[in-house]
């Protein structure tokens, strides 16, 4: 049974979990009200997404294992991306190795698309296709296809997206929806039957690794403070390579970074806290911020309100909205 959904959000951690056939950490970096939209198409075999987000954010993703995701900017004015430290432009398509971690980096609002068949269905359809078999790369890959090609398969992604927000009961035909789906494989094959781009320069898979092993600590510790000396032990690597590499993947340095971190983690505790019991004292203190004045400024410009505001809110949060269509 083809499904689809569309939903808006104003909350990032809501946004990053209502993602399929990856698992999505989101980092806001700047001020300002978040607002999302997430639209979803599953014809069983083939999973499609396109979502706009509205502020600079940092995403760490992790890829299902039995998935083949490819990702690309949904439109061509928008600005650049950085994937693994690497820029990514329109016209570009991000291919996931299956199982892998990769970062991506925004610098303003961000509109995406997103396909993801099994692996086993992209081997058996480009088999078919292009005469041989389409399997992830054992890395995470840029690829510049033809610009009609990939003209076309923008093209189809958008109409079908369209078609679940405005119209989704014509996605109940059956004749109609199996066409569809035919023409967005064939379309996303011929795209991905294409060279991917230089080699990156020398040190950048290297730089890729300790970031991924700096994100597993933070992973380990979701919801913990964590601290530069115990993480460079840990992950064994020095102050300075550790700094260089989050400003390549990250776009900031581990102390900013780890900063950053604290205040989300803050931001999120007084959010589910009961204000009958805890106090902005005790969240701040329990991520480490023990200027209470600095943090209540740090905290009011990062995120529009105090920390009292945001620990008053009602409990039920109200600004993530869905809206479910099935059809047969």
Known sequence: MLQSRVLTFDNPESYAAAVRATDVELLV???GDFSAELIQVDFGRLLMQRGADSLPRIARISSHSKRA???FLADVRQASVQQNGV??????IIVHSAGA???QRTEGPCRWAAMSPTSEDLAAASAGIIGRELTPPSTTQVIKP???RMAHVMSLHEATMHLARIAPGTLAHPQLAKALEQELVQAMVTCLDAQPLAERRSGVRQHSRIVARFEDFLAARRYEPAYLAEICAAIGVSERTLRTCCHEHLG???IHFLWLRRMHLAHRALLHADPAIATVTQVATEYGFWELGRFSVEYRALFGESPSASLHRPAARAGDRQSWKRVA
């Open 69 to 71: 995701p490819i990702v």
């Open 87 to 92: 820029e990514v432009a329109p016209g570009e």
């Open 29 to 31: 970096t700047s001020s």
């Open 252 to 254: 900031m340095g581990p």
């Open 146 to 148: 033809d610009p009609r």
């Open 101 to 103: 971690t990769s970062h």
